[in-house]
Nanobody, 116 residues
Framework: QVQLVESGGGLVQPGGSLRLSCAASGKLFSIYTMGWYRQAPGKQREWVAAITNDGTTNYAGSVKGRFTLARDNAKSTVYLQMNSLKPDDTAVYYC??????????WGQGTQVTVSS
């Protein structure tokens, strides 16, 4: 079983920044593709960003240029740096691990609220 533990969410004013962290259990983290998704009230869950085992990143158009995804394989942790935050970024953010098996894994979610 892979356990994902998220941290770093909170309340921030528009234009501010937050860094989310997702720590994964297990010793195979370095081969996983890691991703972030988010879900706002009344909306479907949407994909935000992903990073492959070789460090290649992809971003949703709504966050491109503002969010940066990175991974530290020594710590089995992925980071989502969120800058220039907007009220529309308010959502529960979920960490995701694609293990390339029949199972994939989700974190419990962390709340990000962007409000003045």
């Amino acid at each position: 079983q892979v356990q994902l533990v998220e941290s770093g969410g909170g309340l921030v004013q528009p234009g501010g920044s937050l860094r989310l962290s997702c720590a994964a259990s297990g010793k195979l983290f370095s081969i996983y593709t890691m991703g972030w998704y988010r879900q706002a009230p009344g909306k479907q869950r949407e994909w935000v960003a992903a990073i492959t085992n070789d460090g290649t990143t992809n971003y949703a158009g709504s966050v491109k240029g503002r969010f940066t995804l990175a991974r530290d394989n020594a710590k089995s942790t992925v980071y989502l740096q969120m800058n220039s935050l907007k009220p529309d970024d308010t959502a529960v953010y979920y960490c995701h691990a694609d293990t390339y098996t029949t199972s994939d894994y989700w974190g419990q979610g962390t709340q990000v609220t962007v409000s003045s």
